[in-house]
């Protein structure tokens, strides 16, 4: 397996983190990017440093305003009196209010959709840097196609995570899509259709909302029922796109606590509807917090579940790239990886 990397990932590097009503550390910290490396490595996968692209794939997905907010805030944050080492919003535009932002904390709050997206002093050159390592993959697979390779799968360990950013706001440690952006990267390059299937155990309710009105781009998500679990208000089995993409979007909510048999039930289902699309390419969004061992646990996957996860996928025979989403640092982080990629790489 290609796995595409950068090490600039390091340059985010979030601080906090308010989970019921404490403020811990973030567990979305370089530290599992250097894990999930050496696990790949340690499984003798080809890596790969990512090319850099600039900010054209991410604003070919992404508001033009919103990626200037990213690459600006923090130096003007940081000529706030008494301001923080991070920008952390304290307000943002409740349903009650309408008036545009045009300062830099309600433009935080505008653009941040709750407090786990930080943004410091390197936060703009790690993001950008998860970026091209989907597109570097999201290059590679066209190539592939291109060529008739029949390897035509590819691995991206991007960091930041990206599906919970919209095209105009971040949110649960996410700030670009990095599926979205790769998924834009295959459109453009000779794909008529894509499929997103997000495994992670959050709703990938950003990639859910930048495709909503399209039908190129098939976006299907198993996770914790969004009822109790985050991000709570997105991701019901009655969101199935609207417009041009009705019917191109799907949810599987799952209870608390399922197990490998309930979940590959569900999966199968789910990779079944990707099939019957036809896509080009699939891009998966490969969360591996659905670990039973995940400190954000809420399903109950075992690390033999994920290579089952990753043959049900792989058994699907369609061009794909996985990229990297959330998953934190347990015991088994890297053997979920690596147990992922090798029940991918079974037949293939
Ligand atoms: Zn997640």
């Known amino acids: 397996m290609r796995v595409f990397f950068s090490h600039k990932h390091q340059f985010h590097s979030p601080q906090s983190f308010i989970s019921r009503g404490r403020v811990i550390e973030s567990p979305e910290k370089p530290q599992r990017a250097n894990i999930l490396e050496k696990a790949a490595r340690s499984a003798g996968h080809d890596l790969i440093h990512a090319k850099e692209y600039g900010d054209k794939p991410i604003k070919a997905i992404h508001q033009e305003e919103y990626v200037n907010f990213l690459k600006t805030a ?30 830099i904390i309600s433009l935080s709050g505008y653009y941040q959709a709750d407090t786990a997206c930080p943004i410091g002093k390197g936060t703009y050159e790690g993001i950008v840097a998860s970026s091209d390592v989907a597109v570097s993959g999201a290059y590679a697979i066209m190539n592939d196609i291109k060529n008739g390779s029949s390897k035509n799968f590819a691995y991206s360990l991007c960091r930041p995570p990206g599906h919970h950013a919209f095209a105009d706001q971040a949110g649960g440690f996410c700030f670009l899509n990095n599926a979205a952006i790769a998924a834009q990267v295959c459109l453009d390059n000779g794909a008529k259709r894509v499929a997103i299937l997000d495994v992670d155990v959050h709703h990938g309710n950003g990639t859910q909302g930048i495709f909503y009105h399209r039908s190129d781009v098939f976006t299907i998500s198993l ?51 990707v099939a019957t699309y036809q896509p080009d390419v699939l891009i998966v969004a490969l969360g591996l917090d659905a670990s039973i061992s995940d400190p954000l646990a809420f399903l109950s996957i075992t690390t033999d579940g994920f290579f089952e996860i990753g043959k049900a996928i792989g058994d699907a025979g369609i061009p794909t790239l996985l990229i990297q989403e959330g998953g934190y640092i347990s015991p088994v982080l890297a053997d979920n990886l690596a147990a992922t990629l090798s029940g991918f790489e079974r037949i293939r």
């Open 74 to 103: 923090w130096l003007t944050w940081k000529d706030l009196p008494d301001s923080g080492d991070e920008i952390i919003p304290n307000v943002h535009p409740g349903r009650n209010m309408n008036a545009s932002p045009n300062s």
């Open 223 to 273: 996770h914790g029922d969004p009822l109790f679990y985050y991000p709570f208000f997105a991701g019901h089995a009655d969101e199935v796109g609207s417009d041009e993409g009705t019917e191109y979007n799907l949810n599987y909510p799952l209870p608390r606590g399922t197990n490998d048999e309930d979940y590959l039930r569900a999966l199968n289902k789910a990779v079944d509807k």
